[in-house]
């Protein structure tokens, strides 16, 4: 197993160590690309504000891998989230912990003062965003909190946590917070306050429930139509993926997977899944004659389709005509 040892401190001296040993590029002072001989991806890496700094993974890598954290002298706690494809494993005091999406939606909670390792699931994206925020802060964010009358609770859930961890479900709003990240890239200009955004809002929320859940659930709940909303935004923002499971969508709207798909067909008078599969053929078509494209195989393939036959049999269910009676091929001069 590739083994390697991480110190974050709330600077990127680390990446700099990292990227000599493994012979890993730094991009733009705050991404690291993965090296090829442990896969593809990229971890971005900054401060978000004094005392708080970010880590943002996303990346596939192709032979098992573990990271281990290493001890500190400064107290800090670590927010681990995981939305992973695969199954990934968060040891800590030699307990290992499954975390990613196929497992549960919840957040990791623990200190850095006691040695823990990440493995991630090869073969699989690895999406994880871990947030390190040293005591003193965590005291200030607590204490702004309006109706707040326990700082110590978070420290108190820790010192009984069993294996130095405890985990928290992660609410509907959190959920489509994190998720909001995956869709930016992180080579966009705006990437950096956008994540210190995010990670500010997913402190907030986490703070709120943690310290008092009735206030988390008065001011944060949200309504059904607007839970559906989410759910469709986000299958129309993710039209080149795979359909998501009737689980995941009902998990964003904040309802239970049965009365989502009642309350969806009633607001939106179709399924989720037929909405999605016309938006798609639509998109489908915009593509077919944008010119833009060399063959029906790109397209099928950019669309997330295994197989041509089944995006022509939509196409037809949808048009009425096969997709190639659509497509308009790249002219020669703007390939070149």
Same mark, same amino acid.
């Given at each position: 197993?590739?083994?390697?040892?991480?110190?974050?401190?709330?600077?990127?001296?680390?990446?700099?160590?990292?990227?000599?040993?493994?012979?890993?590029?730094?991009?733009?002072?705050?991404?690291?690309?993965?090296?090829?001989?442990?896969?593809?991806?990229?971890?971005?890496?900054?401060?978000?504000?004094?005392?708080?700094?970010?880590?943002?993974?996303?990346?596939?890598?192709?032979?098992?891998?573990?990271?281990?954290?290493?001890?500190?002298?400064?107290?800090?706690?670590?927010?681990?989230?995981?939305?992973?494809?695969?199954?990934?494993?968060?040891?800590?005091?030699?307990?290992?912990?499954?975390?990613?999406?196929?497992?549960?939606?919840?957040?990791?909670?623990?200190?850095?003062?006691?040695?823990?390792?990440?493995?991630?699931?090869?073969?699989?994206?690895?999406?994880?965003?871990?947030?390190?925020?040293?005591?003193?802060?965590? *005291?200030? #964010?607590? @204490? /702004? %909190?309006?109706? !707040?009358?326990?700082?110590?609770? $978070?420290? +108190? =859930?820790?010192?009984?946590?069993?294996? *130095?961890? #405890?985990? @928290? /479900? %992660?609410?509907? !709003?959190?959920?489509?917070?994190? $998720?909001? +990240? =995956?869709?930016?890239?992180?080579?966009?200009?705006? #990437?950096?306050?956008? %994540?210190?955004?995010?990670?500010?809002?997913?402190?907030?929320?986490?703070?709120?429930?943690?310290?008092?859940?009735?206030?988390?659930?008065?001011?944060?709940?949200?309504?059904?139509?607007?839970?559906?909303?989410?759910?469709?935004?986000?299958?129309?923002?993710?039209?080149?993926?795979?359909?998501?499971?009737?689980?995941?969508?009902?998990?964003?709207?904040?309802?239970?997977?049965?009365?989502?798909?009642?309350?969806?067909?009633?607001?939106?008078?179709?399924?989720?899944?037929?909405?999605?599969?016309?938006?798609?053929?639509?998109?489908?078509?915009?593509?077919?004659?944008?010119?833009?494209?060399?063959?029906?195989?790109?397209?099928?393939?950019?669309?997330?389709?295994?197989?041509?036959?089944?995006?022509?049999?939509?196409?037809?269910?949808?048009?009425?005509?096969?997709?190639?009676?659509?497509?308009?091929?790249?002219?020669?001069?703007?390939?070149?």
């Amino acid at each position: 197993m590739y083994r390697n040892n991480q110190f974050y401190c709330v600077h990127p001296d680390w990446q700099q160590q990292y990227a000599s040993e493994y012979n890993a590029d730094i991009l733009e002072n705050k991404i690291l690309q993965i090296s090829k001989d442990l896969g593809e991806g990229h971890i971005f890496y900054a401060q978000a504000i004094p005392g708080m700094a970010i880590l943002y993974i996303d990346c596939k890598i192709n032979q098992p891998l573990q990271v281990r954290r290493l001890e500190e002298n400064t107290y800090r706690y670590i927010f681990h989230y995981d939305l992973s494809d695969g199954t990934n494993f968060l040891i800590i005091n030699n307990k290992k912990n499954k975390v990613g999406i196929k497992v549960n939606k919840e957040i990791s909670v623990f200190n850095n003062q006691i040695e823990s390792y990440f493995e991630p699931a090869v073969g699989k994206r690895t999406f994880v965003l871990r947030l390190f925020v040293d005591q003193k802060l965590m *005291g200030e #964010f607590l @204490e /702004s %909190i309006p109706g !707040n009358d326990n700082y110590d609770e $978070l420290k +108190i =859930k820790l010192a009984g946590a069993k294996n *130095g961890m #405890f985990s @928290e /479900s %992660i609410d509907a !709003n959190s959920l489509l917070l994190f $998720l909001s +990240i =995956k869709e930016r890239s992180m080579f966009e200009e705006s #990437f950096h306050p956008f %994540i210190k955004g995010v990670s500010l809002q997913l402190l907030s929320l986490f703070f709120k429930k943690i310290t008092n859940p009735n206030l988390a659930e008065s001011s944060h709940a949200i309504t059904q139509r607007d839970g559906l909303i989410n759910a469709k935004n986000y299958l129309l923002n993710n039209l080149t993926e795979k359909f998501p499971s009737i689980s995941f969508l009902a998990e964003i709207s904040g309802m239970s997977p049965t009365k989502f798909k009642i309350l969806f067909k009633k607001e939106f008078n179709d399924t989720c899944k037929n909405l999605f599969i016309q938006e798609k053929m639509n998109l489908a078509k915009t593509m077919l004659t944008s010119g833009e494209n060399n063959n029906l195989t790109e397209i099928t393939f950019e669309l997330n389709f295994s197989k041509i036959n089944q995006f022509s049999s939509l196409y037809f269910e949808k048009f009425n005509k096969k997709p190639i009676e659509d497509f308009v091929k790249k002219r020669k001069e703007d390939a070149e």
